[in-house]
């Protein structure tokens, strides 16, 4: 086992000397919402760190590890919120692993899932019953542009594939389709985010 990973070490250790790995940071915009119920968009941000992993010139793995605040606003109607705030509020930890495919001079197609791991939700009156699930699951897709060799823009979008919600609608019954046969609510209440953001990497030659 120590051999295992002396070897790994050593062989990361050879590939970031030779350029190939490149640590980076980034940060954007989110403008984020939840599927099926009565909202609009919200616009937030997201950031961390990521790692790019060259192993051609064609393809780069892109392991991620950002703060992502994600949520939605609530329309201006009666709803079963009363005295919070007027935004769903709710920040993920997520790792994402993203395959980069160059597809063109300075453009990249951008792949991959991610796990999101909830650190914070707004909704304290319900925190006995536990709203919001603590994982979400998603894919991520889009475009990057290398502005400079260390500098790149890139818009994408994320889609949850998790339901948020663990009972019913956060405005009650109304507007769920009910199942008698399982006893349990048709309508699914996903993240979903476009991502707009600069990356920079440094380099460490």
């Known amino acids: 086992m120590k051999k295992t990973l002396l070897t ?3 062989v990361l ?5 030779q350029g190939q790995v490149r640590l980076g940071m980034k940060a954007g915009a989110n403008i984020a919402n939840i599927s099926e119920l009565k909202t609009s968009a919200k616009t937030s941000f997201y950031g961390g760190l990521v790692l790019n992993i060259k192993t051609s010139e064609k393809y780069t793995l892109q392991p991620e590890l950002l703060y992502s605040k ?3 606003k609530l329309n201006d109607e009666p709803n079963a919120l009363e005295g919070t705030s007027n935004d769903i509020k709710l920040d993920y930890f997520s790792i994402g692993i993203i395959n980069k495919f160059n597809v063109a001079k300075k453009v990249n197609l951008l792949f991959g899932p991610s796990i999101d791991i909830r650190v914070y939700e707004n909704f304290d009156i319900y925190n006995d019953w536990d709203v919001f699930p603590h994982l979400d699951f998603a894919f991520v897709g889009g475009l990057e542009v290398n502005l400079t060799s260390n500098l790149s823009i890139e818009a994408r979008y994320k889609q949850g594939i998790i339901d948020i919600l663990d ?3 956060i405005y009650g019954y109304e507007g769920y389709d009910y199942d008698d046969s399982n006893n349990d609510f048709e309508t699914r209440n996903l993240n979903g985010v476009f991502q707009f953001g600069l990356t920079y990497t440094f380099d460490f030659k």
């Open 167 to 169: 009972f019913e609608d």
């Open 70 to 72: 994600q949520g939605a």
């Open 13 to 17: 250790v050879t590939v970031i000397a």
């Open 8 to 10: 790994l070490t050593l």
